[in-house]
């Protein structure tokens, strides 16, 4: 049997059946979507040097172009005098396999657990956070060491709400699905739960989205850290 022969009945199939069909072929011939982060590299740059290109070294805006190495621009740093390019310092640079990142963000966004890929973009997260819990004392303690802003809410004198938003419901729902979602890795290492906790936080945060949209900017929030205090604001600021 030819693929002709194999062909000849594809017309026979309803559209549905027509396209899987055609998308398991692909995925087989083409298992790794090498193109997908190339793609990306624009938007990733466009998010990281958002206020300007500035050296992701030292913070000058003071570099100038340099050639090009494996098709991607270089500058060098009139500053600090070290080169770097759009990927520089993010967790997709210095791998030889970019495309395979893909993967892991997409795993990520199914739930599959990767302690060390949450480890790389927690530190992108952002830190407003008010601490909202109920009259427990030792969260109030907690609050003062972290110096994070604290509102307790006494749901035993009847009260459920504090300015309007911050809801003892909300918290209790948001930890009913945190719970749920912690349940497939049985149980995790105290160290790594602000990994988790920002790993779910990002899945809350982005949850509205499809699983491409997520794992999209999942990708570009790894890769924002970037710069966006350049010497020239510090020095005006
Ligand atoms: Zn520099």
Redesign the pocket.
């Known amino acids: 049997m030819d693929w002709k022969a194999v062909y000849g009945n594809f017309s026979d199939l309803p559209k549905s059946e027509q396209h899987s069909l055609f998308q398991a072929i692909k995925d087989t011939l083409f298992p790794e979507p090498k193109e997908d982060i190339a793609n990306m590299v624009g938007e990733i740059r466009e998010v990281r040097f958002s206020n300007g290109l500035a050296?992701v070294?030292?913070g000058?805006v003071n570099n100038k172009r340099n050639g090009k190495y494996r098709s991607r621009q270089r500058y060098i740093?009139k500053?600090?005098g070290?080169s770097f390019n759009d990927m520089t310092e993010s967790p997709i640079s210095g791998t030889h396999y970019p495309h395979k990142w893909l993967k892991y963000f997409q795993m990520m966004v199914d739930g599959v657990t990767l302690p060390k890929i949450a480890e790389e973009l927690e530190r992108c997260f952002e830190k407003e956070v008010v601490l909202c819990t109920d009259s427990a004392t030792n969260y109030k303690a907690f609050a003062k060491q972290k110096g994070i802003p604290h509102e307790m809410i006494n749901a035993s004198k009847g009260i459920h709400v504090k300015k309007g938003v911050f809801h003892i419901k909300h918290v209790n729902s948001y930890h009913q699905r945190l719970k749920k979602w912690m349940e497939r890795f049985n149980g995790v290492a105290t160290k790594y739960m602000d990994n988790y906790l920002s790993w779910f936080r990002f899945l809350e945060l982005h949850k509205q989205l499809n699983k491409n949209l997520r794992k999209r900017n999942m990708v570009l929030e790894s890769c924002k850290k970037a710069n966006f205090m350049t010497v020239g604001m510090f020095k005006t600021g």
């Open positions: 050296c070294h030292c000058s740093c500053g600090c070290k």
